[in-house]
């Protein structure tokens, strides 16, 4: 429901203050407040909230034009409406100059001079409150995007002249918006050998009214330097006419830092992992040629037994260590776009040896995920030849549920055991290392994607890779092939 508007009604003629406080009352949703002269009012305005006021020209102390300079001066742009005698065409132009809403002469029948007033009100109260709302919400939306680090906002027209500049924009680019504001935002902030595509994208814009795509760029400062930052863009509609651009900048600087940083440590850590690997495969090799020349040198049954154990302890820690030399890459390197279809492919040719065909029914699907995703494949693959046992074939398919996206690797040998499934993916499970589809697990869910197995013991095993929403998508052009090695 529309909140009642509060009136504040100025007039030296008592009996017109009540007769107009009870007309607007019915005809209107008011609420209204009467005072006998400018002192008095604003001594009300000082200690109450109006959306509105009337107030007669005619008044002693202080007339109807110097109420509301004093009005505009001291309390802002609430809504004012001067009566006026008739004849006063020169008080009304000088109302109107010192920022009245309206002026509306006396005269004729009070309930429809009153009713009128009602609609003035309501009219001049309703402008006031829009703009209001969107002065509120300009303000909080530039509250939030200078809360916001990092980010810096220009708004510039189809020429390329720059007519918005934030703070944002003066700490990220080093002019200040007096600087900038006027100028061509291709010239201030695009480096020399990106001007004619820049200008080739502002006008292909202007064509289709629609942003090109968000990119990472290396900008210019005011002084010559460079600036990464993730760019995009938004493009309004003005009232009357025109269209107006923005340009949206996050600073990368400390995000580029912290990756160099990031990467300088994991080479470190990298080299560390390997120098000591090497020591300790070193005294491990060591310790397995001490533990043969002792079994040659004893016939004593019990302690070739100790022997045997022993050995079977080294040959753990060196697949274990192994396992470390795979798993320190995880995370390394960055994910990006990966086509499944060569991956899959890429695994089969590493395998040593595959007494199995591949069968590939994926499409042109890409996803984004670690580039070790290729030991997953590899793993499955890997698993079929270990443990499928009589398997004659592997199928990979996709199919699109929901948001998500499945990849499916089934064969049909001997399938996994309800006892096995249990622990599947857990470290150290299974029949070889262990450590296989631990690892795949963890390679594929740095980037949110899950594995599962969920086939029937007898017919074969059934891996299931569920790829969430915006990790995966179909190349443009891309056929849908079945592919077999």
Known sequence: MTSSIRVLYVDDDRDLLDIGKQILERVGNFIVTTAANAPDAIRLLGQERFDAIIADYLMPDMDGIQFLVQVRSRFGQIPFVLFLGRGSEEIAILAINNGADFYLKKGGETRAQ?????????????????????????????????????????????????????????????????????????????????????????????????????????????????????????????????????????????????????????????????????????????????????????????LIGFIHKAEGAVDRINRQIDFTREYQDIGVQTPHWLEVTGLIFDARRQLVHCPFEVQVNIGAVEIFADPLILKVFYNLLENAVRHGKNVSTVRFSSHVSGDFLTIICEDDGVGISPKVKAHLFQRGAGNHTGYGLYLSREILSITGITIRENGTPGTGARFEITVPKGMYRFTVGGDNPVRSE
């Open 114 to 302: 009153f009713t009128e007033l009602a609609h003035k009100i309501t009219s001049a109260v309703s402008r006031k409150r829009v703009e209001d709302a969107i002065v509120e919400r300009e303000e909080r939306f530039r509250t939030l995007l200078q809360s916001i680090p990092l980010v810096a906002i220009q708004g510039y027209t189809m020429d390329g002249t720059t007519n918005y500049w934030d703070t944002g924009s003066e700490h990220l680019y080093g002019y200040t918006a007096a600087e900038a504001i006027g100028k061509n935002l291709v010239d201030l902030i695009i480096p020399p050998e990106m001007r004619d595509d820049v200008i080739k994208a502002i006008a292909a814009m202007a064509e289709t009214v629609q942003p090109i795509p968000a990119a990472e760029l290396s900008l210019m400062r005011k002084d010559g330097s460079r600036v990464a930052v993730y760019s995009s863009h938004a493009i309004l509609k003005r009232e009357g006419g025109g269209t107006n651009l923005f340009c949206i900048d996050i600073d990368l600087a400390e995000r580029k830092r912290a990756e160099l940083v990031l990467q300088e440590a994991n080479k470190k850590l990298k080299l560390l992992n390997s120098i000591t690997r090497h020591d300790v495969l070193n005294q491990i090799t060591a310790l397995g040629m001490f533990l043969q020349i002792i079994e040659k040198s004893t016939q004593d049954a019990e």
